[in-house]
């Protein structure tokens, strides 16, 4: 190491420092000064760099640091994953530090006018502390800031990390949300999900950033926002929200016509809309949409919805693509038409589909017909297809359906016994002669 006539000085073995301090293990490399656990009790008037590393401090005390070196430009103080400073106590006199590092001290915040006290500094690393919200401190006047490994917390406004100067906070882009909401995602994203969500929000309704999720495939960053219009005095489904919404809420509306959730492409990205307490009558309109086969909850509670088109629903729930586990349907408090021809296979439907929906017991007939609230799930066949007509309509079909079978059946049994025949006799079937 002495090769190359560096002066190396290593301090009498370890200077005993007093009883409250650790021994500071340094050494001297021209006016750098290296310690590891704690700074000499000497004063070094001539150093101009000194990094502390290891350090079990509480305390970083500005005042005894410049007494100690006059002219220091460079601070470097970092402490092991134990190392809790509690206090930061700032010098009486501005100091001329240029660089200032302080690293896994734990510290959780500084003090207001912390920079103000160092007017020529350049370079403030504070990363790898326990800092939760951004600093009050000035940052005018530095070059660059470093600030990642922090504990930011993001229930916080954000609105900070796209205000700062990139150019300057160097590191802003690694910098990750500590503990929920949003939880190590990445800090500059959410604020810029925050912004995008506030300034594309439906007027008059609240529009949340709910959280982030990672796309496994493509590993891009996907928001999920809810948009809150409900009770609003809302006649139409609104035509614009924050791209990306996932769930919609429009409880205690006016809305009756659903045809923008086929019509309107915006509304292929949502996966959640709740429309209880509005006044639809039919949803006819959504057969074969994208949206019915990309839904996840779609809540129609107590709305003025009769009938719906059930083979429709059917076919559209089994080619779903959240399927079976994260579609759920609330079709209750709603006036079911419970006649024979539209009961008895909307039951089957609800019966098919029970685990996907929640109010099963809720879906009851219209309150003035004949079961008058019963659920639909408990209609027995005979008690809504009783009038003969109702009857005759369904065994009519079955009747015919019947006939047509043992037609089937009696053709091919036919024509296995003319090749039988054929076979043996060799004679054509009768009717094969008479033709021309
Ligand atoms: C003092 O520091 C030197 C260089 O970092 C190191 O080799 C040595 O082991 C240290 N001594 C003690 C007692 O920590
Ligand atoms: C001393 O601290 C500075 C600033 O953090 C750093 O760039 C440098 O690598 C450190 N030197 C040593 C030997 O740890
Ligand atoms: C501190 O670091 C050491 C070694 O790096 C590790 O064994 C220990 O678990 C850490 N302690 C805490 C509290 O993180
Ligand atoms: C800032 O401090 C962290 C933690 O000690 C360190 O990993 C990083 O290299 C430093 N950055 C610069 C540019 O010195
Ligand atoms: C920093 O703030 C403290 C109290 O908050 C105040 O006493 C002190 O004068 C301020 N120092 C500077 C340099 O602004
Ligand atoms: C984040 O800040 C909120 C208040 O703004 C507080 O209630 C919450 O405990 C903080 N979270 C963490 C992890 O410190
Ligand atoms: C928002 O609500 C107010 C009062 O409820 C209403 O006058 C206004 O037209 C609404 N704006 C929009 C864009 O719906
Ligand atoms: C939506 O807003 C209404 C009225 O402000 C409120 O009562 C309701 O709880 C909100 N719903 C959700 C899911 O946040």
Redesign the pocket.
Known sequence: MQAKGVLWCVFANFIVATVAEKRANCTRKDTKLFCEKNIPIDDFPSITWLNVTQVDWETLDFNVVHQKFPNLRLLSV?GTNLTKVHKITLPDTPLDLRII?L??LQITNFPDNFTSHFPFLD?L????NFLGEFPKFSFAGLG?V?L??NQWNCSNSLEWALKVNRQVF??LEQLRCFKMPHNNKPVLAIAQFRKITRDSCTPNCSCHLIKCITDMETGVLEPIIEVNCSFRGFVELPSKFPPKTKILHLEGNFIKDLDALRTNPIYRDVLDIYLDNNIVTSINNLEGSYWLTHLRVFSLRNNEITEIPAYAIDNALEHNTNMPNAVRLFLGGNPWRCDCLFAPRFKEMLQKYAPQIIDLRDIRCAKDSDNSLIPVIDLSRTAVCHSPSEYTIQEALDLLNGVLASLIIFVLGKLAYDYYHYKKTGRLPWIVTKLP
């Not at 690393?125 to 790898?128: A, C, K, L, T, V």
């Open positions: 970092v590092h690293s896994s370079t690393n504070i990363s790898g660059s470093y990642s490994a160097k590191d």
